[in-house]
């Protein structure tokens, strides 16, 4: 289970925030729920990952994923952007006459992958 997205999501609302990504107002839940997130799940440096303060020392920045158990190493991934990819699709989605399928070309869409080694005991 791989839940960097939804960290990302709530980091600039917390004290995690790095101050150099402009964070926003501090919302106690989203803190919180941050905070039970790095407790909860294991985090692997990578730096393509998100950047945050380690919670028990402030001082001290992180950029990584998220991930549930450990699976094995990350030997290959990408965090790309693919906002004209998805306007593409979106494009021949309308033209099949499914007009609920619309996304401006200028949309922060990604497509994230990620291959695992395997971890023997898993």
């Not at 990620?114 to 971890?119: A, F, G, Q, R, V």
Request: aromatic share 10%; proline share 7%.
């Amino acid at each position: 289970m791989e839940i960097t997205s939804r960290f990302v999501k709530l980091v600039r609302y917390t004290t995690l925030c790095p101050p150099d990504l402009n964070p926003l107002r501090i919302n106690a839940e989203k803190d919180t729920e941050a905070k039970l997130l790095l407790e909860k799940f294991h985090f692997q440096p990578n730096t393509d990952g998100t950047s945050f303060l380690d919670p028990a020392c402030q001082l001290e920045r992180k950029q990584g994923v998220l991930n549930g158990g450990y699976l094995g190493d990350v030997v290959a991934l990408d965090f790309s952007n693919k906002a004209e990819l998805l306007y593409l699709y979106d494009q021949k989605l309308q033209a099949l006459l499914l007009p609920h399928f619309s996304t401006p070309p200028s949309c922060k869409t990604r497509s994230d992958w990620c291959i695992l080694s395997c971890n023997s005991h898993r």
